[in-house]
């Protein structure tokens, strides 16, 4: 006898319904996230709270251009000290051939810097449009890093993918 096809010889003791996999009445798996909810489909596509240096390094370089979604002052943070210290490196090493591989990396480094501050803007209900603030010396800059320093806003999540327009 299966207990996939409903004659199970034990009783039907399955609240909710013929499900063999006990995922529940959200259809989401038992040992994902809290409630029952399933697990978001993109993890990627959420903000990581509490991000390790390393994650965030990583999920910085994995999202290099993705200027939609949210990030969270730990994956924005850790990225920036990162960057700082690298650039700290460069600029007191007088060796030709670093100066040339810094140039490089700062390069490589201003697509991702870009989508990163746009997402972690999101994450406190702003455009990512708002870091052309930059260009306003001081005062700009100033208004970015307290925004960016910022405590999420749950309004953030209408920028996440999926969201309706009208949220």
């Given at each position: ?69 949210r990030a969270s002052r730990s994956e924005f943070w850790w990225v920036y000290l990162i960057n700082a210290i ?82």
């Open positions: 006898m299966s207990n996939y096809g409903g004659d199970n010889p034990y009783g039907s003791n399955d609240p909710y319904g013929s499900d063999p996999y006990g995922s529940g009445p959200t259809g989401g798996s038992p040992y994902g996230s809290p409630f029952g909810a399933p697990p978001p489909a993109d993890p990627m596509g959420q903000p990581l709270r509490g991000a390790t240096i390393g994650t965030a390094y990583s999920r910085f370089w994995k999202k290099y251009a993705v200027f939609s979604g690298i650039s700290l490196i460069v600029n007191l090493a007088h060796n030709d051939a670093l100066t040339i591989l810094g140039g490089l990396y700062s390069l490589a480094t201003i697509v991702p810097s870009l989508a990163l501050g746009a997402r972690r803007l999101h994450d406190v209900n702003r455009s990512g449009w708002w870091q052309l603030l930059a260009i306003i010396p001081i005062i700009g800059w100033i208004i970015l890093i307290v925004w960016w320093a910022t405590t999420e806003k749950k309004e953030g999540v209408r920028f996440d993918a999926g969201v309706p327009a009208a949220y």
